[in-house]
């Protein structure tokens, strides 16, 4: 929504209306994009904090830099709204995160602008280096700019890029850390520390005012500080010794510069951008700057907000019903109390998780590694060797990255290592890459584990209590980011199988099976069937993996197994009932029913599960036609072949 009260900004619709602004017009600038920021996301939702840490230093950088021909590469890309109002789409913000709208992270089916659309962090660097040295072998001319945030430093890909960056002197890249100092909660590890020294050295300060005050005129570029006060006849005796992480690996630093000081943060670019060579740039941010209510949030500086009031930043309507998340939450401190053996361990997702209250009621059996998922499945490898029970809380869809470790340092090994993946299937409106519709395929790959997706609370609970008893394996807990059902009662076990709809006809047609989150879909499907005459079972195991054999005797009973996941098709626990069936020589046809595997655009959930024909009313119709389809074949198979 652009308002009268936007009208410099309205006359930017790209870098080059930005490039013609006068400096002393960049204050207002900067203002009307904050304004724009709090109206428009409080009303759609997203990632309201940390793009109003980087208004300044994205004008700065795209007064410097020429994008596309410069590309600009941001790390995880929740932050990259004030890049997408710069550059011609301020229009649509008001469909931002919807489906068909504005995407919440860079697209590149959007604007020649956008390069790199995953939203998992500690990859810009990595691109960025592939992106300078193609520039570089091509001859071409361009200086590629990676836009980090501190959190992102913090995962492991951001220093294997750094360390074959530092050891080039020509490569045509600029790094820009964005330090806000948090990743949700304050970024955590030996990184935080040399970053919060960098930034509270008492001499760094008077650095950072005089590059403010341009009186510095050596050249700041390929120096520490201790370079600039030698060069700098400004009568500063100390000398500060070359030091910090990032000189020491051999990288040229600029800084810190104060990253809300548009001018100062244009000059150190330009700096940079001339030197010919890497050189990183160390801005100083605040996340939610210029919104006292996202300043003030403890939790995190409103790095995800739903829709809230844009004056005092307090949420609007109801509180929401209770999620997995909430439940998790508070059947671990219990477990946690019952059990000494139970550690924790976050990738930086401390509340998104829910870990918060374990956190609180044990603190030395909690673990933050940072945005560090592989480190954090070989370190909890490494706790459950010496007796402990570690319990590794990420996003679905961030598992994917510790695939090797889960799978070689933690099963080969047999380590009772519990893994809690909330956001699995699909998720919404963060798009492609943060869908969890990957884990069950990947996982039904690794030997020996177990994996739980429990359809409601009470199983929840259930699946945390045994996994935490299984201590030679890998376990996996599935949910999703929705609120949590009420509870669905079986109607009775028969060898580990909950059945919650018995066929009255007989012999019983269709067995459903449903996994976690679409069990409620799966019953519903089966209610429908039976409306229409047919005799439908539908089944829940709770635990997916390893597949329950009586499965495989109740489908011998049943003339079409359906399966209904929440999870990519191919490869999912539908594909792997069926290699099982086969297996085991039976023949009763089965039809997957899950997420196509294609790359999911933005949208609400239950649009796009609508989409994907997961509605029961669309299983149902597709189950009919199945077993319509069935019969004539078999009448025609059995007709009397005529000469
Ligand atoms: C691999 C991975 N793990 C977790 C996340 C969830 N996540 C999104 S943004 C974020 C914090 C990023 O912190 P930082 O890089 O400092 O950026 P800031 O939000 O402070 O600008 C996290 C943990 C992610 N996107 N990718
Ligand atoms: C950018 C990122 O990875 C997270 O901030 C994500 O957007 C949070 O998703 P939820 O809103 O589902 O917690
Ligand atoms: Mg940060």
Redesign the pocket.
């Known amino acids: 929504m652009v308002t009268a009260s936007h009208g410099l900004l309205r006359q930017v619709q790209s870098p080059a209306d930005l490039k013609a602004l006068e400096p002393a017009q960049l204050p207002r600038l900067a203002d009307e994009i904050r304004a724009f920021l709090i109206e428009n996301i409080s009303r759609t939702g997203g ?1 309201l ?2 793009n109003l ?2 208004v300044e230093l994205t004008i700065a950088l795209h007064r410097v830099f020429d994008s596309p021909q410069d590309p600009v590469v941001f ?2 890309g ?2 990259s709204y004030v890049h997408k109002i710069l550059t011609g789409r301020q229009d649509a913000f008001p469909t931002l995160r919807q489906k068909g709208g504005l995407a919440g992270y860079p697209s590149r089916a959007e604007s020649e602008h956008d390069w790199v659309e995953n ?4 990859t810009a660097l990595s691109y960025a280096d592939g992106l300078a040295k193609a520039i570089r072998l091509q001859h071409r001319s361009g200086t590629v700019l990676a836009v ?8 492991g890909m951001a220093w294997e890029a750094l360390n074959n960056i530092a050891e080039s002197t020509d490569l045509p890249l600029v790094v820009l850390v ?7 909660t304050p ?1 955590v590890g030996g990184l935080a520390k040399q970053l919060t020294s960098l930034r509270t050295h008492r001499r760094y300060e008077q650095v950072l005012d005089m590059v403010k005050r341009g009186v510095s005129k050596a050249p700041v570029v390929g120096s520490t500080a201790y370079d600039v006060l030698h060069g700098v006849k400004s009568g500063l005796k100390d000398v500060l010794a070359p030091q910090g992480l990032f000189a020491d690996l051999g990288l040229k630093y600029i800084g810190p510069v104060d990253g809300h000081d548009e001018q100062a943060v244009e000059q150190a670019l330009t700096q940079a951008r001339q030197f010919g060579g890497p050189v990183l740039v160390h801005c100083l ?1 605040r ?1 939610g700057n210029g919104f006292e209510a996202a300043e003030a949030h403890e939790e995190d ?1 409103f ?2 907000v739903g829709k809230i009031d844009a004056v005092t930043g307090r949420p609007l309507g109801a509180p929401g019903p209770q999620t997995w998340t909430d439940v998790f939450s508070e059947e671990l401190v219990r477990l946690g109390a019952r059990d000494e053996r139970i550690v924790a361990i976050t ?3 401390t509340y ?1 998780t829910g870990l918060h209250k374990f956190a609180a009621a044990f603190p030395e059996r909690f673990f933050d590694v940072g ?1 560090a ?1 592989q480190h954090a499945v070989t370190s909890a490898a490494g706790l459950a060797m010496q007796g402990l029970h570690p319990v590794v809380a ?2 679905a ?2 598992l994917n ?1 510790a695939f090797d470790q889960l799978l070689l340092d933690v099963a080969m090994h047999r380590c009772g290592v519990t893994f809690v993946l909330d956001r699995a299937g699909v998720t919404g409106p963060d798009g492609p ?2 869908h969890g519709m990957w884990d069950m395929s990947l996982l039904q790959l690794v030997p020996g584990l177990h994996l739980a997706a429990p359809r409601d609370a009470t199983r929840l609970r259930e699946a945390l209590d045994v996994a935490s008893q299984i201590d030679d394996a890998p376990t996996v807990i599935r949910y999703s980011k929705e609120a949590v059902p009420d509870d669905i009662p079986a109607v009775e076990v028969v060898d580990g199988l909950d059945v919650l709809l018995r066929a009255e006809t007989s012999p019983p047609r269709v067995l459903l099976v449903g996994y976690g989150q679409l069990v409620g879909t799966t019953l519903e499907v089966g209610r429908r069937l039976v409306d229409h005459g047919v005799g439908a079972t539908v089944v829940d195991p709770v635990w997916a993996l390893p597949v329950n054999p009586a499965l495989l005797e109740l489908a011998r009973t049943h003339e079409l197994v359906v399966t209904v996941e929440d999870n990519g098709v191919v490869g999912g626990c539908g594909a792997r009932l069926a290699q099982e069936l086969r297996q085991a020589g039976v023949a009763t046809p089965l039809r997957e029913f899950g997420i196509a595997q294609e790359f999911l655009e933005h949208g609400t959930r239950a649009e796009l599960l609508a989409e994907l024909g997961l509605a029961p009313q669309d299983i149902a119709r597709t189950v009919v036609e199945t077993i319509v389809a069935q019969e004539s074949d078999l009448s025609r198979d059995s007709a009397p072949r005529t000469a």
């Open positions: 990632h904090g940390p840490g980087v790390d995880t929740h932050q939203s998992h962090a500690s980090v945030g501190d959190g992102s430093l913090t995962g964005n330090d806000n100092g948090r990743s949700y970024t941010t996340k500086r790095h995800a990738a930086a997702m998104p945005i998922e990420v996003y869809t961030f990255r890459s943060h």
